[in-house]
């Protein structure tokens, strides 16, 4: 029964895969939305149901694994060492080179690259986007508000995730844009991610208290400030 059971879960992994892998094709030649689910069902040889069976909608065929990120963000959090703040280990893991990026070839940014193209091209797919982004932003908000112990009405928890998942939206629209202007070095960008990323983790551990205040201006200053200047 177990072997049974091996052989059937090894069987729908292949599935999963072989449909992933051909609609990643698809929308790479045609883009997400000029390509229906039918083509995608007719090209892995599988019915229309089969792939709604394993993709509830065609925007996760794009979005898959996203829920696993989700899971290992919040247990980097969760699992952080005693005494360490939140937007430290929210930092050490959003800013890990990971997936594609991670990838040492150019076949893995070309690829990075067009699918980088096709969601910034498709109505559909940002707008999925959004919504996954939310999601990740209310679980990490309730991560948050139970670790600290904060009440109903404290604010606080949301102020911090919504900072925090505001840095990684960021850092992914930085690397959409720079993988769609111009040729890339992988291991240059993947530099300048961290760097930019602990910038802005930087500024929001230190508080945002006196960040662009205005410098004061002889005009601006009293009497006393002006003869001091």
Do not use: C
């Not at 290992?72 to 430290?88: N, T, Y």
């Not at 070309?110 to 980088?116: A, M």
């Not at 940002?126 to 112990?149: H, M, P, V």
Request: proline letters at 5%; a neutral charge; glycine letters at 8%.
């Amino acid at each position: 029964m177990d072997q049974e059971l091996g052989l059937r879960e090894r069987k729908k992994l292949r599935t999963r895969q072989l449909i992933a892998e051909t609609a990643r094709r698809l929308f790479a030649e045609h883009g997400f939305d000029a390509v229906p689910v039918t083509m995608i069902a007719r090209e892995a040889e599988v019915s229309e149901a089969t792939v709604f069976n394993y993709f509830p909608t065609k925007e996760d065929l794009v979005y898959q694994g996203m829920e696993v990120f989700e899971a290992e963000l919040l247990a980097a959090v969760r699992s952080r060492p005693a005494g360490e703040p939140i937007v430290a280990a929210f930092g050490r893991f959003v800013l890990q080179p990971r997936g594609l990026l991670a990838a040492p070839d150019e076949a893995a940014v070309r690829y990075l690259t067009e699918i980088s193209r096709m969601i910034a091209s498709s109505p559909a797919l940002l707008a999925r986007e959004q919504q996954i982004f939310t999601r990740y932003t209310a679980s990490l908000a309730k991560l948050i508000g139970e670790d600290t112990g904060a009440g109903r009405d404290d604010l606080r928890p949301w102020a911090a995730a919504h900072a925090l998942m505001g840095i990684h939206r960021t850092l992914i629209g930085f690397i959409r844009r720079r993988l769609t202007e111009e040729p890339v070095d992988q291991a240059r960008l993947a530099g300048e991610v961290r760097a930019r990323g602990q910038q802005a983790l930087d500024l929001l551990a230190a508080g945002l208290g006196s960040y662009g205040a205005a410098p004061a201006t002889p005009e601006a200053a009293g009497p006393g400030e002006r003869e001091k200047r």
